[in-house]
């Protein structure tokens, strides 16, 4: 049974090995730039950015605290 075991762990790991030897390393420390390169921007869609939770203004911040000091006297 172990022998069985064995065989087929070591079956494993040789397909595993002749795998990345075909398709080569799973990751690179050097980037692939050629699709990036290739990159056809102008399929890219126009969007719109909107903020959807902008920082107040100082007229407002002022406004909140002239509404603050009022409130508690």
């Known amino acids: 049974m172990h ?3 064995r065989f087929t762990l070591a079956q494993t790991v040789a ?3 002749r795998r990345k030897q075909q398709d ?3 990751m690179s420390d050097k980037p692939n730039f050629a699709e990036i390169e290739t990159f056809d921007k102008t399929k890219l ?3 719109e950015t909107r903020e959807k939770n ?3 203004t100082k007229e407002t911040i002022e406004q909140e605290k002239q509404s603050e000091s009022t409130s508690c006297a």
Do not use: A, E, S
């Open 3 to 5: 022998d069985l075991l």
């Open 15 to 17: 397909k595993q090995l």
């Open 24 to 26: 080569g390393p799973i």
């Open 45 to 47: 869609k126009k969007t």
């Open 54 to 56: 902008p920082l107040p």
